[in-house]
């Protein structure tokens, strides 16, 4: 959706899928972006990565296809954001891992895929964060616990990840499963889910955490709603 005049955002995180890029069987294109829709807002990250059609996790992934796709983003998206923008690599369904394959399969996929769009967007000034979902959306990477423990084991810890407040309460879990990995958040989402737990997350918790941790500036607080 627009953005509506007066919102009063400092910088806004539009979904890629749909807005800048589509994809279908024939591969990823780019889209054009209406330069009113977003009222001249800087653009300093973006969320849905990837089409749910690409089977991250799977040893039948079409690796050619998402390279194709990444290129297109990086091209597109990369083009709007502004230097130092990040991506979240949410995506539930593309990377879920079916039944059929071994998790271990799986995961070591899913770092190929991670390596590579650090690689693609990287290359444009654009940094991709893992973002832990919950059990709903996918079946893999439902904690900051277990993504920090995914990225450890795979060579990947300088990759940050993104606390959404949703995920978070979706999974029974509460502000100290955030502010332990305080060093590794490299964004957070304060999502419309169980609105007054972001007292928890802005007071005590998670907000005052990362200002002594080091967070220098707004972009580590987003507002995410319907």
């Known amino acids: 959706?627009?953005?509506?005049?007066?919102?009063?955002?400092?910088?806004?995180?539009?979904?890629?899928?749909?807005r800048y890029v589509a994809a279908d069987e024939s591969g990823t294109?780019?889209?054009?972006?209406?330069?009113?829709?977003?009222?001249?807002?800087?653009?300093?990250?973006?969320?849905?990565?990837?089409?749910?059609?690409?089977?991250?996790?799977?040893?039948?992934?079409?690796?050619?296809?998402?390279?194709q796709h990444l290129q297109t983003?990086?091209?597109?998206?990369?083009?709007?954001?502004?230097?130092?923008?990040?991506?979240?690599?949410?995506?539930?369904?593309?990377?879920?891992?079916?039944?059929?394959?071994?998790?271990?399969?799986?995961?070591?996929?899913?770092?190929g895929v991670v390596r590579t769009a650090r690689e693609i967007l990287g290359a444009v000034g654009?940094?991709?964060?893992l973002e832990p979902l919950r059990e709903a959306e996918t079946n893999v990477f439902l904690t900051l616990d277990e993504g920090a423990d995914f990225l450890d084991s795979h060579d990947l810890s300088e990759v940050r990840m993104v606390c959404d407040t949703y995920h978070l309460y979706s999974q029974g879990l509460d502000a100290s499963d955030a502010v332990r990995h305080l060093d590794r958040i490299g964004h957070v989402h304060l999502a419309d889910h169980l609105i007054e737990v972001v007292g928890d997350l802005t007071a005590p918790g998670l907000y005052s955490g990362g200002q002594q941790g080091g967070w220098g500036d707004q972009d580590h607080l987003g507002a995410e709603g319907a």
């Open 126 to 129: 654009v940094e991709v964060l």
């Open 29 to 67: 294109r780019a889209l054009k972006v209406p330069s009113t829709e977003l009222r001249g807002l800087p653009i300093r990250g973006g969320a849905v990565l990837f089409p749910g059609s690409l089977r991250l996790s799977h040893p039948e992934q079409n690796r050619e296809g998402i390279v």
């Open 1 to 18: 959706a627009a953005v509506p005049e007066h919102s009063g955002l400092d910088f806004v995180e539009p979904c890629i899928m749909g």
């Open 73 to 111: 983003v990086a091209d597109s998206f990369g083009a709007a954001a502004e230097p130092g923008a990040w991506v979240v690599f949410g995506s539930g369904a593309s990377r879920r891992i079916a039944d059929d394959v071994p998790r271990e399969v799986g995961l070591d996929l899913v770092a």
